[in-house]
């Protein structure tokens, strides 16, 4: 008996095309609708993830302990070499670069600015995520980088001969004479503002610290499992005594803006799954109330309400499959199109394509947003479009089987 | 005549399939409300990222020296900036308008030594336009008297000093040499960012005019009641301050921000959309699955001689009523939904899984306020009569051109 | 004669029952009551003697000057000791009177020819290797000189005493012995020290020890002369120690190894052209 049933429900589907059309169109535009927002919403947050796990901060930590409340130019991490080489052994690690910070007196002419010179691995830091991201040239040994910032304050020219001087982990007065390369804008708003990019070489040189580091930044392929990570690269028997923090615990304002815009994802995809919903239950409602005279007609032919029912519960079924099928493909293919280039922020700004990478608080926010789905979206939407199929079609379908035949057929 | 009979018709017939006609309104209804209510509140988080953005220390636009834009100097002084600051004020645009002298100095107590960017501020003023001083945990902001400063407290951490305590000021003088001050501390403010705490430091313009011999002040801040006319202030503050003023807007000192801003905008248009698409195609899906049961009913009318285009005409009619009503529920659930964002608001507060409310309540609201106003009324009826409109087209179209005959056959 | 005897031990018994007050604080340990420091008043030199009583002027106008004259050339060694590292720095230095100070590193040899010039307020690097000289932003005063425990402020401020605080004298402080002296600064003076203590030696000569005191009233940071010996005619420590209170593990020696007072040393010596051309 069942399976009749099941048959005409197949046949109903295939009798009136446009009416069934129209209701999986309706479920199939609700999932994509959801999935769209979903991966939209995943795009987003991925992107101020990005931003915090970004240059400036990347995913792990590493420095001398007190470092980063002393600053002192002496709490140096020994031996860098070696041990970036074994943190690069890890096989969830992407990169991790060497740096250092170090507070100068730079000077163009004979009037001193205060400044911090940067050391960095050029090579390693020219790559996407690093801090001189979009260099071209390479920087040349003697040769420096001034941030925009600094460069404007102090007038400070490409070509020109400068001074820098500070004080040499020794102790001693570090000084040395350089030429700007190039005036830069970097990611890390810091550098911009006071920055004297040098290569680690030359940084190293100029303070007196062969072999040794203020902080090593490293980044990993599996960006979820910073904390897993810094707590191996604890263990590293080189590490012993440094302080080695993922990104959570150095930043842990920047995470507080994290979940807050995870939040707000989560708010804007229950708006729109609520405005799915609601147009599917119409969509079905009124469907399923304005085949009552069919409902009637069957009745009068003798079918049982019950089986009326059913009927109407299987319809609800196959077409909320059908449509989520569909739904489910639409998005899918959505954020595959948009995946390799990402949504670009910029030209629906409408400003032109000049705008700047956003700065929050020092750290630069990509404009491109690259939707991302995960199986859990899917299944969500499945769920509740079954559910509101099923509601949609059971009541209107509960009060036909209730009918007297004559009175539904009149309807 | 036959005017009325397609609208007496459209009336009939809506009023005697009553569960239709409530489906449909409500539906309409509760898509528009949605929308209205997704609308509001991103209204209302652009308006806070934008005010958030402008109380960040930029304000609206600022009034500057005209050299300030070539070399962005701090040193640079207003002429007659009391007279400007009485100009800018006397704008009824404006909310707020207060003064900034900038000095970069050294801050000393004991043996420890700190670099900061010293600001000169009117008291009464700059915690209005400025949200980072607002939070002061001990002590009290500043008052009139000379000689004080309020500090953050990162700076106060790392010189190891509390309120009360007497900083060394050393900076350049004018005349280049070496100019001093003692500034005893009367506050000390957190922002909620460390990064940020250790960047304030704000005394009494009068002090930095003593310390550094300039006399002045380097900009005059504003904040606007309505961002939208900023421009047209801008402008015609501009011809009114002469050419020794520059007058830059926030967009220009902070262009990184203002492209944040519009990234938001951006964003929050796209998720109003797809909102908006989803709500639309709702509707029109249910409004067609109605028409098209009706294929019956216009294929008796078109036998029984109407024409083609008052079919029509009855099916805009039916739409229009069905969208006005629509657009009234809609109001009734979005407008009300939209009141209490935007007075109570949406509290993230429990939200923060981390971190304590302090940390970043002053740069970022937590609580979401939505924006509410009279454009809530035309919105909803365009939302709602576009989706009816538009989808009443299409079947009465079609229904204009079935053949009656064949859609009277039985086969359904 | 007779008499003057008993008037000493009249003054004397008197000072005995005064001093059975016990002291009240730490502090008060250290000093034992201005009257009954005259017992001691033997030991000082007779110029520091007016009235009878301690001539506190004289003391402060001597010490002050200890090291100055007219001009000289004396040879010295920065000793910078941090917890993690040792650092020997000798030099060369010219002064003439209080404004003009030319300081030469001589070794190690990586920063030899390193100079700092002082001219009233100002200060100059100039820095060898590079060739250039660079002048000390007014606003880097209260830095660190030389990565030392002397800030720049120190070197360039022409410490008076007399102008920026009022003093007096507290007492005889046992620990060390000598001469306790407060130096509180008057109210609108621009400083980092809200008072200092300076312990004089019982002579008078030599100064001790000197405390500084935040302007929260906390020891900031001690100074102590050692090693007295004779430099050209006069009798001053060779040795000046600045210890940090709150920074463990830290100190800066100073020591003078050799000082001729009022030798020929011209004013072109203290010019940055000097400087440059001569390197």
Redesign the interface.
Known sequence: MQTTTLQIAWRNFGRNTKRTALAILAIAVGQFALLAADGLMRGYADNIRLAITGPMIGHVQVHAAEWRQERAIDLVIEDTERIVGQIQADPSVMSAAARIYAPALFAPEQDAFVAMVVGLQCEIESHEWGLLSGMSEPLEKGKVLIGYRLARKTGAKVGQEIAVVGQAADGSLANDLYVIQDIIKCPADIVNQSGVVMSLDDAQQLLYMPNAAHEIVVRTNQSGQAKQLSERLRQMEGLNGAEVLPWQELVPELVVLLDMSDWVGYFVVVIVCIAALAGIANTLIMSTFERMHEFGMLLALGSRPRRIVRMIVYEAILTGLLGVAGGTLLGYVFVWVTSSTGIDMASWGGSGGEVADMAYKGLNLPLHIYPRLEISDTLLGLAAIMATSLVGSVWPAWIAGRLEPMEAMRA | MMFSVSSKYAMRSLLRHGRRTILSVVGIGVGCGLCLFMIAFVRGENKMMLRAAAESGAGHFRVVPAKWNETRENDLRLIDWQEARKLVASMDEVEVVTPHARKEVLLGFGTRVVGVEMVGVDPNTEQVSNRLVRNVVEGHYLDGEKGITVIGRTIATRLRVEVDDELMVTAAGADGEMACAMLRIVGIVETGSRDLDATICQVNVQDVEQITHLRGVGDLTALVKNPKKLKLIVKSLSEKLGADYSVVTWEQLMPELASGVKVDETWTRLTVSIIMIVVFLGIASAQLTAVLERRKEFAVLSAVGMKGSRLVQIMVYEGLVLGLAGAVMGLAVGATSAYWVATKGIDFTNMYGTEDMSVSNILIDPVFLGDFGWWLVPLAFVLALTATILSSLYPAWYAAKTDPAAALRVEH | MKVRIIDTMVVILCMATAVLGAPTDANDANNVPIADANKVLSKLDTGFIKDGKLDLDAVIEYVEDMYRSKSSISQMTLI?T?P??T?E?AMKVWTRGKEKALIVIES?A??KG?ATLKVK??MW?Y?P??K?????????????W??S?F?N?DLVREASYREDYTYKLIGWSKDPNGWLVSFNAKPDV???W?RWELVVSANGRIPLVARYY???N?L??TMRWSEVREFDGRQLPAKMEMV????KGQKTDLVYEEIDFDVDVPESTFSLSRLERKR
């Open positions: 910078v941090k993690r590292q650092r720095v190690p990586r920063e390193t307020k100002n690097n820095l290797r590079i250039r000289t660079i002048r000390i932003p007014p606003s880097m005063m209260l830095a660190s030389m990565g425990d800030t402020d621009v400083g980092l809200k935040d302007r929260k906390r900031s940071r940090p209170e709150d920074k």
